[in-house]
C-alpha cells in the first residue's frame, strides 16, 4: 500500500443538481465518522454538478475530481472544459484516458497525453487510466496494452513532482460487467505498472505514485483488493452512485 489509500467515485454520466444534494446529504454525514487519517476520498460529478458539489462538500473531506479536461487553456473547443476552469471550482483531479471515453469517443494515446500534460500543468493531479479488452486479454497482450498506454500518456511529463500523478488499473472487461479481476490479476498488472513506472521516473518516485484499481469495485470485494501490496486505492463506478455502497466501500479496513 502507499502512505495513503484513494477512493474516487466516478459517477459518469449521473446525478443532476437534485441528485447532487440528496447524496451528499445521506453521504457527508457519515463520512465525517470515518478515520480518513491514511484515506483521501474524492468524488467525480458530472461538470453540471460540479459548482454545486463543491459548495455542498465545502468544509468536508471529500475532493473534487473532474471526468476530464480539455489540453487547452481556453479557445475554439466547443464542449470542452480546461484544467484551469476545473482548477477554479475546487477541482484537484481529473480523470483521463477512462476506457469509455477510448473506446466510446475514440480518444487517442496521443490525445490522451496532451490532455495529461495540460492538467498537470494547471497544478491538478490527473488520474491516467489504462486497460485491456478481453479480446487483448485472451490473445496474452495485457502488458502490451497498458505498457503503451502508460508510456504514451506520460510521454509529455519527463519529470513528475511527488504526490502530482496517479494511475488507475481498469481492465475493460471489468467495468460495469459485474465480473472484477482478481485480486491475483489486478496486483499482477499493477506490479508491472510500478516496474515500468521505475524504468520511467526512477524507484523511489514510482513507489510514490498510487495505482489505483477499477472494475465493477464493490462493498464485498474491495477489502481483498485493497490488501494487495500494489493496490493503492480503488476507483469506483456503479457502487460510488449510492452513498450507502460507496461509505462501505471507503470504510474498509487498511
Known amino acids: 500500500m502507499a502512505k495513503k489509500a ?36 474524492a468524488i467525480a460529478p458530472p461538470f453540471t454538478s460540479l459548482a454545486f458539489a463543491r459548495k455542498l462538500t465545502e468544509g468536508s473531506p471529500v475532493k473534487l475530481c473532474a471526468q476530464n479536461a480539455c489540453f487547452a487553456e481556453k479557445g475554439a473547443y466547443t464542449g470542452e472544459v480546461s484544467p484551469l476552469m476545473l482548477k477554479e471550482l475546487g477541482v484537484e483531479y481529473v480523470i483521463l484516458g477512462h476506457s469509455e471515453r477510448r473506446h466510446i469517443f475514440g480518444e487517442t494515446n496521443e490525445l ?7 492538467v498537470y ?31 504514451q ?26 465480473v472484477n479481476a482478481t485480486p491475483e490479476q489486478a496486483e499482477e498488472v499493477h506490479t508491472f505498472l510500478r516496474d515500468l ?13 498510487p495505482i489505483l484499481y477499477g472494475g465493477s469495485v464493490t462493498p464485498e470485494n474491495i477489502a481483498d483488493l485493497i490488501k494487495e501490496p500494489n493496490v493503492d486505492g480503488v476507483l469506483v463506478g456503479g457502487s460510488s452512485l449510492d452513498p450507502e455502497k460507496f461509505l462501505k466501500i471507503v470504510s474498509v479496513t487498511i
Request: aromatic content about 8%; overall charge positive; some cysteine.
Open 121 to 151: 500543468q494547471a497544478g491538478l493531479t490527473p488520474i491516467l487510466c489504462v486497460g485491456e479488452t478481453i479480446e487483448e486479454r485472451k490473445l496474452g497482450n495485457t502488458f502490451l496494452v497498458v505498457s503503451e498506454q502508460l508510456k
Open 6 to 41: 484513494y477512493f474516487i467515485g466516478n459517477w459518469k454520466m449521473n446525478h443532476g443538481i437534485s441528485e447532487t444534494r440528496s447524496y451528499f446529504e445521506r453521504f457527508l454525514p457519515e463520512i465525517s465518522k470515518v478515520d480518513l487519517s491514511q484515506k483521501v476520498v
Open 197 to 209: 513506472l521505475a524504468s520511467m521516473y526512477g524507484k523511489d518516485l514510482a513507489q510514490s505514485i
Open 112 to 118: 490522451i497525453k496532451k490532455r495529461v500534460k495540460a
Open 153 to 178: 500518456g506520460l510521454s509529455e511529463l519527463v519529470k513528475v513532482e511527488e504526490g502530482r500523478l496517479i494511475i488507475a488499473y481498469e481492465p475493460v472487461w471489468a467495468i460495469g460487467t459485474g
